[in-house]
C-alpha cells in the first residue's frame, strides 16, 4: 500500500506543480493549462452528447431508410399497376381493332348492298318512265285515232256533197 500512496502523492504533487505559475511564465499560459484540464473533466459530458447525437441520427437514418423502403415499395406497387393497366389497355386496343375491322367489314357489305338497291331503283325508275311513257304515247294514239276518225266523219259529213248521190247514208 505504501506504493500506491507514493504514487498518487507524486501525481498529485506533479499536478501541483503543473498548475502553478512558474517564475518568468506568464498569466496565459496557465489559463491554458486551466483550460486544458477543465477540458479534460468536461470530456464525459462532451462523449454523453456526441452519443446522444449518435443515436439521433442513427434514428432519424433508420427512419429515413424505413421511409425509403416504403417509398420503394409503393414504387413498385405502383408500377406494377401500371403494368396492369398497359396490359388491359392493349387487349381493349387489341379488342377495339378487331371490332373495327368487324364494322368496317359490315360497312363494306352495307355499302355494296346500298349500292345496288340504288341500281336497283335507277332500273325500275327507267322501267316506270319507259312504261309511262308508253302508256302517254299509247293513250296519246288511241286519242288521235279516235280524234282522227271523228274529225274524218266530221269532215265528210261537212263536205262530202259528192258521195250523197251514191244513195249511202
Known sequence: MRGIARSTA????????SLLPLPGTAAPAQAGAFSRIKSLFQLPGEVD????NYQQIQQQYDDTRQE???TRLQAEENARKAQ?????????????????????EENRKLAAA??????????????????????YTG??????????????????R?????????GRR
Open 10 to 17: 507524486l501525481a498529485a504533487l506533479l499536478l501541483a506543480v
Open 49 to 52: 452528447k456526441l452519443q446522444d
Open 68 to 70: 425509403l423502403e416504403d
Open 84 to 104: 396492369e393497366a398497359a396490359e388491359r389497355f392493349t387487349a381493349e386496343q387489341r379488342q377495339l381493332a378487331e371490332q373495327n375491322a368487324a364494322l368496317a
Open 114 to 135: 346500298v349500292d345496288e338497291l340504288r341500281n336497283t331503283n335507277e332500273l325500275k325508275q327507267r322501267a316506270n318512265r319507259r312504261l309511262r311513257t308508253a302508256l
Open 139 to 156: 293513250a296519246g294514239l288511241i286519242a288521235a285515232v279516235f280524234l282522227g276518225g271523228r274529225f274524218t266523219r266530221f269532215a265528210l
Open 158 to 166: 261537212r263536205g262530202g256533197g259528192g258521195m250523197r248521190g251514191t
